[in-house]
């Protein structure tokens, strides 16, 4: 879940409420978080923007607070994070011309590949059975 006083942050919690971790700490905001299908990593988006604008960026970190990474660099306001069935890859949204589009990248991030092309709002993609 996010929660937080001056910028939101990324928390886990068992399903009592108990447990009740912080998993980032940044100076930014962070929102969106999907579990991956096997449970041990979440991906995010962190705001990288500043002046208000905002620059969503896709990161992924371990469950257990451990192995941030930032996969995406595009500077285009990324979002709607989930990962694949498999978890091999993940899915996001991204302006492109007058819209967003659905993108695939590997869970490891790399170069994005483009999977629709509307020309209009394609957003918040979401992994079947998840």
Do not use: H
Not at 106 to 117: F, I, Y
């Amino acid at each position: 879940f996010v929660s937080g006083d001056t910028n939101d942050d990324i928390y886990i919690m068992n399903s009592d409420a108990s447990g009740q971790t912080q998993l980032t700490t940044s100076t930014s905001d962070e929102w969106n978080p999907a579990f991956s299908p096997d449970g041990s990593k979440i991906a995010f988006v962190r705001d990288y923007g500043s002046l208000g604008e905002v620059i969503g960026q896709i990161m992924v970190i371990n469950t257990s607070g451990t192995g941030l990474n930032r996969l995406t660099t595009s500077m285009l306001n990324d979002d709607d994070p989930c990962f694949s069935g498999n978890g091999l890859y993940i899915f996001f949204s991204r302006p492109f011309g007058f819209g967003r589009e659905i993108y695939r990248m590997t869970n490891v991030g790399g170069s994005p590949s483009n999977l629709t092309n509307f020309g209009a709002f394609s957003g918040q993609p979401r992994t079947p059975g998840l």
